[in-house]
């Protein structure tokens, strides 16, 4: 029974999953049913949306196809129409140009006719004047010539006048107008400065106990001190403007300290010496300042303010050279040149005068070698070297250079020829006793009536000075010419310096 109950038990579960599968079965059938239906439908949509948008592209297609075509017919028609007009401009011309060379054949045709009948009348004039047509030609211009030779002359003679005058004139004008344009007074120390002081006690402490302490000053700085009875002045006197301004620093240094000693004019002379190169620099940083030049080298510019201490005839070579550069510039602005080359070489035209002293040479040469050491421009060196004739002119600025140079030099009170020959002659004496050996300085005082030499005492005994005096005395006395006598001092001094530590 048990058995019977179970075999009937799985007989009826079997049937019933059975049944509830084929119930399940039926119901997913039906929904893949339901879903290929919708998808047919959803294709057959799509299938006429893709027909009728198919059929509008094609319909606007044959729209487009049909205005194209009637573009294209209208551009044939407008095509045709030209060249219906080109046709018959073509042919036109055509018989124009046929005119036209009937109409050169005419007139070919005539010239040669003209020229028949000018050769058939001039053989006719040649017979009856007996001249051939050269010789016709011949005679007329000899003719005019003699009839307007003398006109001809004349008038060219009175251009020629007029011409110049004008020149003449326009040339005055210039000159006048950069002259009026620039106008500079220039006072320059000649041989002397004055060194004010406070009180005249001072001029003894300044002599010094036996002379000791001027006789230091003089020695160092090779002028003469003169100390008369003009009330609280002491005079500098020598022809060198450089050592007298060192003097006369130093001798303000001394009045200013108090002690006035060897040992302390020593360090005043040092110090004004220094002074000096640093009124030296500025001197020349102001002439540029003032003149507008600027990019110079700082070094070109220490040794243009040496000229500040430098004179020609009695010019002051610097406040010359400034005088120049505006004279240049005037004078190019006016005959339209180049206004800073004329500036900058009229400015830096007289540079080799600051060391002309110091090397062989003329001051041109030394100019340009200077100018070539600091890389200025070759434009420069070329208008600078000419001012006194020495190179060719290779620019107008050149002329205009030695012009404003000229005027410079020989406007009334700008030089003293005197005087530089009086320069030069103690400059003279003081080389001549510099060339012999074992002389360590030698100064020109007492306006060239005497020179002090002083002698290296490593070189030179006591025996040996005396010598060397009378040797110099002796090449005085050959070479130079000089009114009165000079008086020859050498001196030999020897010191040693030791130090306790």
Same mark, same amino acid.
């Given at each position: 029974?048990?058995?019977? /109950?179970?075999? %009937?038990?799985?007989?009826?579960?079997?049937?019933?999953?059975?049944?509830?599968? *084929?119930?399940?079965?039926?119901?997913?059938?039906?929904?893949?049913?339901?879903?290929?239906?919708?998808?047919?439908?959803?294709?057959?949509?799509?299938?006429?949306? /893709?027909?009728?948008?198919?059929?509008?592209?094609?319909?606007?297609?044959?729209?487009?196809?049909?205005?194209?075509?009637?573009?294209?017919?209208?551009?044939?028609?407008?095509?045709?129409k030209k060249e219906s007009v080109m046709d018959?401009?073509?042919?036109? #011309?055509?018989?124009?140009?046929?005119?036209?060379?009937?109409? /050169?054949q005419k007139i070919k045709k005539i010239e040669?006719?003209?020229? #028949?009948?000018?050769?058939? @009348?001039?053989?006719?004039?040649?017979?009856?004047?007996?001249?051939?047509?050269? @010789?016709?030609?011949?005679?007329?211009?000899?003719?005019?010539?003699?009839?307007?030779?003398?006109?001809?002359?004349?008038?060219?003679?009175?251009?020629?006048?007029?011409?110049?005058?004008?020149?003449?004139?326009?040339?005055?004008?210039?000159?006048?107008?950069?002259?009026?344009?620039?106008?500079?007074?220039?006072?320059?120390?000649?041989?002397?400065?004055?060194?004010?002081?406070?009180?005249?006690?001072?001029?003894?402490?300044?002599?010094?106990?036996?002379? !000791?302490?001027?006789?230091?000053?003089?020695? +160092?700085?090779?002028?003469?001190?003169?100390?008369?009875?003009?009330?609280?002045?002491?005079?500098?006197?020598?022809?060198?403007?450089?050592?007298?301004?060192?003097?006369?620093?130093?001798? @303000?240094?001394?009045?200013?300290?108090?002690?006035?000693?060897?040992?302390?004019?020593?360090?005043?002379?040092?110090?004004?010496?220094?002074?000096?190169?640093?009124?030296?620099?500025?001197?020349?940083?102001?002439?540029?300042?003032?003149?507008?030049?600027?990019? &110079?080298?700082?070094?070109?510019?220490?040794? %243009?303010?040496?000229?500040? %201490?430098?004179?020609?005839?009695?010019?002051?070579?610097? +406040?010359?050279?400034?005088?120049?550069?505006? +004279?240049?510039?005037?004078?190019?602005?006016?005959?339209?040149?180049?206004?800073?080359?004329?500036?900058?070489?009229? %400015? &830096?035209?007289?540079?080799?005068?600051?060391?002309?002293?110091?090397?062989?040479?003329?001051?041109?040469?030394?100019?340009?070698?200077? #100018?070539?050491?600091?890389?200025?421009?070759?434009?420069?060196?070329?208008?600078?070297?000419?001012?006194?004739?020495?190179?060719?002119?290779?620019?107008?600025?050149?002329?205009?250079?030695?012009?404003?140079?000229?005027?410079?030099?020989?406007?009334?009170?700008?030089?003293?020829?005197?005087?530089?020959?009086?320069?030069?002659?103690?400059?003279?004496?003081?080389? &001549? /006793?510099?060339?012999?050996?074992?002389?360590?300085?030698?100064?020109?005082?007492?306006?060239?009536?005497?020179?002090?030499?002083?002698? !290296?005492?490593?070189?030179?005994?006591?025996?040996?000075?005396?010598?060397?005096?009378?040797?110099?005395?002796?090449?005085?006395?050959?070479?130079?010419?000089?009114?009165? @006598?000079? *008086?020859?001092?050498?001196?030999?001094?020897?010191?040693?310096?030791?130090?306790?530590?």
């Amino acid at each position: 029974m048990a058995i019977l /109950a179970l075999m %009937f038990g799985s007989t009826l579960g079997y049937l019933a999953r059975q049944t509830i599968a *084929k119930q399940q079965a039926g119901t997913i059938e039906a929904k893949l049913e339901r879903l290929v239906n919708n998808a047919k439908q959803e294709a057959k949509e799509i299938i006429l949306k /893709a027909k009728d948008r198919a059929n509008e592209v094609l319909e606007e297609a044959k729209k487009e196809e049909k205005d194209r075509q009637g573009q294209i017919r209208h551009a044939e028609a407008r095509l045709e129409k030209k060249e219906s007009v080109m046709d018959q401009k073509t042919a036109e #011309l055509s018989r124009k140009i046929d005119d036209l060379q009937n109409k /050169a054949q005419k007139i070919k045709k005539i010239e040669e006719e003209i020229v #028949l009948i000018r050769e058939s @009348e001039l053989k006719k004039l040649e017979s009856i004047a007996q001249l051939s047509k050269e @010789e016709a030609q011949k005679e007329i211009i000899a003719m005019v010539e003699k009839d307007s030779k003398e006109n001809v002359l004349e008038r060219i003679k009175k251009l020629e006048k007029e011409g110049a005058a004008e020149l003449e004139k326009k040339a005055k004008e210039i000159m006048v107008s950069a002259m009026q344009r620039y106008s500079a007074s220039q006072a320059a120390e000649t041989s002397s400065s004055i060194v004010n002081i406070p009180s005249d006690e001072l001029k003894g402490r300044i002599i010094g106990k036996e002379g !000791r302490n001027i006789k230091t000053l003089e020695k +160092l700085t090779g002028v003469e001190i003169i100390v008369d009875e003009t009330p609280e002045t002491i005079i500098v006197s020598g022809f060198d403007p450089t050592r007298r301004q060192v003097a006369k620093i130093a001798i @303000e240094k001394l009045i200013a300290d108090g002690r006035i000693q060897p040992a302390k004019i020593e360090e005043a002379v040092e110090s004004a010496k220094q002074e000096i190169g640093k009124k030296i620099q500025e001197a020349g940083e102001a002439a540029c300042f003032e003149a507008g030049i600027v990019g &110079l080298d700082p070094r070109l510019v220490k040794i %243009f303010g040496r000229l500040i %201490f430098r004179t020609s005839y009695g010019q002051n070579v610097l +406040l010359h050279s400034l005088e120049v550069a505006y +004279l240049s510039a005037a004078i190019a602005g006016e005959l339209k040149a180049n206004v800073e080359l004329a500036k900058k070489a009229g %400015f &830096l035209h007289d540079i080799g005068k600051a060391v002309d002293h110091q090397i062989e040479g003329s001051h041109v040469e030394i100019g340009k070698m200077i #100018l070539e050491k600091f890389n200025m421009s070759p434009e420069v060196i070329k208008t600078m070297q000419a001012h006194h004739g020495e190179y060719p002119y290779e620019n107008i600025e050149s002329i205009i250079i030695q012009v404003a140079d000229a005027i410079s030099s020989a406007r009334p009170g700008a030089r003293k020829d005197t005087l530089e020959a009086y320069l030069k002659r103690l400059k003279e004496l003081e080389d &001549l /006793a510099l060339g012999f050996p074992g002389v360590e300085k030698a100064y020109a005082i007492q306006a060239g009536r005497e020179i002090r030499v002083f002698v !290296r005492p490593e070189e030179i005994d006591d025996l040996g000075m005396h010598k060397i005096a009378k040797e110099i005395a002796d090449r005085i006395q050959e070479e130079l010419n000089y009114p009165g @006598e000079i *008086k020859v001092v050498a001196l030999r001094e020897k010191r040693v310096v030791e130090y306790a530590r």
